[in-house]
Nanobody
């Protein structure tokens, strides 16, 4: 079965950290750029980071820049999202998506080949 599976979400206090994983099964992630997205209750899906296939190019939206780090381990067929200095406004369902392009994109409107089911991140005291 070809799929992406996110894990690592949970409840964390403001200022805390979490590391999310996006693991592929049934296909190799090396050939895909990966985007990370989140959707808070009652809001539209927001893309905020991506990592490319060439030199693992990365980019971030201003909302997470300096706090979140995206990386990939092709040997483990997994992309990671390290989230530090978490804020209550980071609370959302976090999802990853894969697309076979040379650069990378985190536009929610792009046509991705695969989406994960999402993992809940809640930042609250």
């Amino acid at each position: 079965q070809l799929q992406l599976v996110e894990s690592g979400g949970g409840l964390v206090q403001p200022g805390g950290s979490l590391r999310l994983s996006c693991a592929a099964s049934g296909f190799r992630l090396d050939n895909y750029a990966i985007g990370w997205f989140r959707q808070a209750t009652g809001k539209e899906r927001e893309g905020f980071s991506c990592i490319g296939t060439i030199d693992a190019y990365t980019t971030y939206a201003d909302s997470v820049k300096g706090r979140f780090t995206i990386s990939r381990d092709n040997a483990k067929n997994t992309v990671y999202l390290q989230m530090n200095s978490l804020k209550p406004e980071d609370t959302a369902v976090y999802s990853c998506a894969a697309v076979p392009i040379r650069g990378c994109t985190y536009s929610p409107r792009y046509e991705y080949d695969y989406w994960g089911q999402g993992t809940q991140v809640t930042v609250s005291s």
